[in-house]
């Protein structure tokens, strides 16, 4: 038994920020001792009084070398161990794909030990442009298999692939199975952390950009609408123009929820991103 469980702290497995797990120690024996963050660094083996406190609000990393110590000092070996490290790239890594590579690790150590990643339900259905596709057409195609479902997909899909998106999604409550067999939509919202979700949603925007640009050499003009705007705006003018752009997508969902038919699946992307740097100040004046 580790010895930070012995202040009854929660399985380091119930976490993914690892500064919440720090704070939530230093918490738990602040209120049970006169422990300080004075105590907390010294613990962890760095002679800054604060850097622990610093740590937990996000006003400082942990570096490799810190990491081993803050990990030595909690006495994690194996697969407490591999986590933490891992939730310490997951926080900190400066690219996509390390922080995807790290929550994978955490993940899989969860699952190896029968624990399950708040909001990894989340994370898996805003990862992949095929549980929304197939979230849209399952209830469009009643009676219909997977195999049937993907050759309708303008982009390569497996069966298998749909198959276990409708598994999944039907064990997480996002789709409901009737006694026919036929699929309906839920309410269900998915919740996560706003790390996990946004670098998911980050992926599927990324898969989705890909596909708009494929879908001006695949479609028609009839099919497809591309149009925009290049310009140079002010900072206030960016805030009214991002605002206009938010009451369009709500319009649209309104759109969408009188809408009782499905006859295709389509992607909206409301893109609007600099082409340039900020000219700055000395461009004002003139």
């Known amino acids: 038994m580790r010895w930070y469980r012995f202040v009854s702290m929660n399985s380091i497995l119930m976490y993914q920020d690892y500064r919440r797990f720090l704070r939530d120690?230093?918490?738990?024996?602040?209120?049970?001792?006169?422990?300080?963050?004075?105590?907390?660094?010294?613990?962890?083996?760095?002679?800054?009084?604060?850097?622990?406190?610093?740590?937990?609000?996000?006003?400082a990393n942990l570096g490799k070398k810190a990491t081993v110590k803050v990990a030595d000092a909690?006495?994690?070996?194996?697969?407490?161990?591999?986590y933490f490290f891992n939730m310490v790239t997951y926080a900190q890594a400066k690219t996509d794909e390390k922080r995807r590579y790290a929550y994978a690790?955490?993940?899989?150590?969860?699952?190896?030990?029968?624990?399950?990643?708040?909001?990894?339900?989340a994370y898996k259905y805003y990862d992949s442009w095929v549980h929304p596709v197939v979230r849209e057409l399952a209830p469009a195609m009643p009676g219909k298999l997977p195999k049937?479902?993907?050759?309708?997909?303008?982009?390569?899909?497996?069966?298998?692939?749909?198959?276990?998106?409708?598994?999944?999604?039907?064990?997480?409550?996002?789709?409901?199975?009737?006694?026919?067999?036929?699929?309906?939509?839920?309410?269900?919202?998915?919740?996560?952390d706003t790390q996990s979700i946004s670098l998911a949603v980050r992926s599927m925007n990324k898969q989705m950009a890909v596909f708009a640009v494929d879908?001006?050499?695949?479609?028609?003009?009839?099919?497809?609408?591309?149009?925009?705007?290049?310009?140079?705006?002010?900072?206030?003018?960016?805030?009214?123009?991002v605002e206009v752009l938010r009451k369009c997508r709500e319009q649209v969902q309104?759109?969408?929820?009188?809408?009782?038919?499905?006859?295709?699946?389509?992607?909206?992307?409301?893109?609007?991103?600099?082409?340039?740097e900020k000219l700055g100040d000395a461009f004002d004046e003139k």
Not at 26 to 34: H, I, N, V
Not at 215 to 238: C, L, N, W
Request: proline share 1%; charged share 30%; with cysteine.
């Open 148 to 192: 049937e479902i993907a050759d309708k997909c303008v982009h390569k899909v497996s069966a298998k692939e749909v198959g276990d998106s409708i598994k999944f999604q039907v064990d997480s409550g996002i789709l409901k199975k009737a006694v026919d067999g036929a699929y309906s939509q839920t309410d269900k919202l998915l919740a996560g």
């Open 25 to 59: 120690y230093y918490d738990l024996k602040k209120r049970t001792s006169a422990f300080s963050w004075r105590d907390y660094s010294r613990m962890s083996g760095f002679v800054s009084p604060v850097f622990m406190q610093r740590v937990c609000e996000g006003k």
């Open 254 to 276: 309104d759109i969408i929820l009188k809408d009782d038919k499905v006859e295709q699946v389509l992607r909206l992307n409301l893109q609007l991103f600099p082409l340039t």
């Open 105 to 121: 690790e955490m993940q899989s150590i969860a699952d190896a030990n029968k624990e399950s990643l708040i909001g990894a339900e």
């Open 215 to 241: 879908a001006i050499d695949r479609f028609s003009v009839e099919e497809r609408f591309v149009s925009g705007i290049t310009m140079g705006v002010s900072s206030e003018a960016y805030g009214k123009i």
């Open 74 to 82: 909690f006495k994690f070996v194996g697969m407490e161990r591999d």
